[in-house]
């Protein structure tokens, strides 16, 4: 029997790519025809809800799929994970290390050692690593079952905020500079194994992950709050939004900071884009619950293809800038922002129509 779908968070995702095209996005705005600050901060600041969200949806499916009272067949449930996330993420990977090898040829790109540290690390391209941090979440599945488990028997909404606060103090930690030892930069697998924490440790994101399994086994505890509590969500939504924006403008204005440090500083991972994130959440969930049929037919099929445009949508960038600057002589300076960023996820959302039936195929093969 077949699992019945979650149209609230089924159409989250939607949500969710929009914003992580609009992250990506952001780092063009500076150079486009409109390098507004006030674009800059809805891309970069703004839709900074959006990676860890991703993380919320899949922490809610794989608890939701996979209930603690069942027994988890994990090999099972580890090669079907490989083959819908670790099989594409290996394929686009390759696409794109050929893709920047065209642009910038470099025969080291093709050497062994250099595709293993690209594949384990997620650094084939800049948006790759999320599947990295994804799929070791997979791995760890029974590890976080168990955490689980632990936290439901001493209190979970205790346990959540403890969990909470232990991964905002560990990105603070993290943070800061460090200097390594001469024996770690002497072996390369160690210094990168601590250089790119970010880029493969599930730590960072545990609790919104853990967050998403804790709604999955009582979703309507959750569904009552989004129910009781729209003026409040919206609320505490509004006023995190508005504190992301002050703090980019004081940094802007007042520190006369460049805006990447800003975003940088502001990020998902940080206190307010922490906070941000779990608003974000709540408050996006709650307007898709709240008016289902109008959230449907805008974002069902965008939905649907939401992985497909993930993986293409730094190509598409790249190639729509090539084609306008070589094909039509618009430089890309002469571009305004926000034509530019529907055209991305138009186009990438009618190449993802046209590829996912030979995707289809490919994944039933491996099934």
Same mark, same amino acid.
């Given at each position: ?105 470099? !025969? ?33 599945? !029974? ?66 992950? *853990? ?45 006369? *900071? ?80 926000? !034509? ?28």
């Amino acid at each position: 029997m077949s699992l019945q779908r979650n149209p609230v968070f089924d159409n989250l995702r939607a949500i969710c790519m929009l914003g992580v095209i609009a992250i990506h996005a952001g780092s063009l705005v500076i150079d486009s025809g409109t390098p507004s600050e006030h674009i800059f901060m809805l891309f970069e600041i703004l839709s900074r809800y959006s990676v860890p969200a991703f993380f919320f949806i899949s922490g809610y499916g794989l608890f939701y799929s996979h209930p603690l009272e069942k027994e988890l067949d994990y090999w099972r449930f580890l090669k079907k994970r490989l083959v819908s996330i670790g099989l594409p993420y290996l394929i686009t990977s390759l696409f794109y290390i050929a893709y920047s090898n065209m642009i910038q040829p470099d !025969p080291h790109n093709w050497e062994l050692s250099s595709l293993v540290f690209k594949i384990c690390f997620g650094t084939a391209f800049y948006h790759i690593y999320f599947l990295v941090i994804l799929i070791w979440f997979y791995i760890f599945f !029974p590890v976080w079952r168990y955490l689980m488990r632990f936290m439901e028997f001493c209190s979970l909404k205790y346990s959540l905020i403890v969990l909470a606060l232990l991964q905002l103090h560990l990105y603070k930690a993290s943070d800061h500079f460090w200097e390594y030892s001469e024996w770690i930069v002497a072996h390369d697998w160690i210094y990168n194994l601590c250089q790119y924490r970010l880029n493969y440790l599930p730590l960072f994101y545990l609790f919104v992950f *853990m967050l998403g399994g804790a709604i999955a086994r009582h979703y309507g505890i959750f569904k009552i709050f989004l129910t009781k509590h729209p003026y409040l969500i919206t609320l505490a939504f509004l006023a995190s939004a508005t504190t992301n924006a002050g703090l980019f403008y004081r940094y802007t204005y007042k520190w006369g *900071m460049e805006w990447e440090f800003s975003a940088n500083t502001f990020q998902q991972l940080s206190l307010p884009g922490f906070v941000y994130t779990i608003t974000a959440i709540f408050f996006f969930s709650m307007v898709i619950d709240r008016w289902p049929e109008i959230s449907h037919k805008l974002l069902s099929r965008f939905s649907d293809r939401s992985f497909l445009i993930y993986l293409i949508h730094p190509f598409i960038m790249d190639a729509l800038i090539n084609q306008l600057q070589y094909r039509f002589g618009i430089m890309f300076n002469q571009v305004p922002m926000l !034509p530019f960023y529907c055209a991305v996820v138009l186009i990438a959302f009618f190449l993802s129509e046209l590829i996912h039936p030979i995707v289809h195929k490919i994944k039933n093969t491996f099934n």
